[in-house]
């Protein structure tokens, strides 16, 4: 059953499909774009344009560039040395390098989890020594499991969410688009998923209540917020209801980390997606016996770690995620 | 009189004896059943997921993976809560009472076992 699925969502994939013109005549499109490949998908009067990777260098920058632009990375996991990732600071850097070399500079930096690989002080100090390099002095960080190893994540209140909620959880606003940092790894439960939790899904109710359905919203935690695959526990056991609360907004983006491999799924006005890990890959779904670091032959390895690009245009409605590959 | 504070003593002696001789008895059994278990980690689960032990008998926990893992109590209170386990650590327990102890990892709770104390 689980197979089936994973099987159609691949399928539809397959970019091909889509007429010459960019547009899904089906008007829905999941695209799911693995690791090493990407997709460029914009909403534009209501219709979904999807341009695959090779077709970028041919779109009118000013097309991509909006009016606010910023950079996800994800799962860096300072500390881990295995031989799926010998110099996982070394690839934190290439990304760094990558984020200063966009077209359109980012305004800000989302990191969303798994920042270090043990919780240490040494493995966060090395992040955001590496990360002083990078042209957006400004980062928006949420947790992910590895963040919060010990003494229930206090560390990583005290260093990269100061005056947030709860766990961590926080909102902000940039060029009028609201953005929201959730935590969905704290107190997970035996056989469990994801996990946001009562206090926290109130809190969200609150914050959007008083917010125009035409403000666009960018949503950002560390373990999906739709169901990837719950067999490896790639899925948010309570994300329904906080999306319960959002999809009355017009624009809805769902940035994502903890897979180590990018992947999008658009549904209606709500788009969600998943970024590379600037760390190690991961198998896709169901492919390997377990979610573990993927060994791949070290001159690969750069191309299945990136970054992700957002770009938000008003006067088009128009908002794109790209990624980019570390190579 | 006399008797009665004879028969008294005797039988106090008899139970104080059979106590200690209990005691001895039962925690020699212990001992001597006591069967120590391992649990691997591995691709991110327990192996085996279920162990049957007698009381008394200690579980030692190896990671075997390149990821870090837990082995987290799931009852409410935690009958047992490792550190943080990297690569090839352990975590043992020793379980002194009967019972059935549902555990898993707080980082993957995918990642579940039990340890079956008899
Ligand atoms: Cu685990």
New binding site residues.
Partial sequence: MAGKEKDELLHDHNHDRIDEDGIDRRGFLKCMAWAGTGAFCVIRGGVLRSYSFSRLPALDPKEMAGELSFAQISDSHMGFNKAANPDVAGTLKAAVDKINGLTVAPEFLLHTGDISHLSKPEEFDAVQQILKAAKPQDVFYVPGEHDVLNDDGKDFLDRFAKGSKGAGWYSFDKKGVHFIGLVNVMNLKAGGLGSLGHEQLEWLEDDVKLLKHSTPIVVFAHIPLWSVYPEWGWGTEDSAQALSYLKKFGSLTVLNGHIHQTMQKVEGNVTFHTAASTAFPQPAPGKADSPGPMKVPAEQLKSLLGITDVNFVRGQQALGVVDSTLE | MRRSVSVAVLITVVVLGFAVWGARNSGVAAQGKAQNAEVK?DN?SFGPAMVTVPAGSTVTWTNH?D????VVSADDPKAFKSKVLDTDEKFSFTFTKAGSYSYF?????K?TGKVVVQ
């Fill in positions: 980690i991110f993976d990821i870090p893992h837990t990892c707080s980082v993957h709770p990642m």
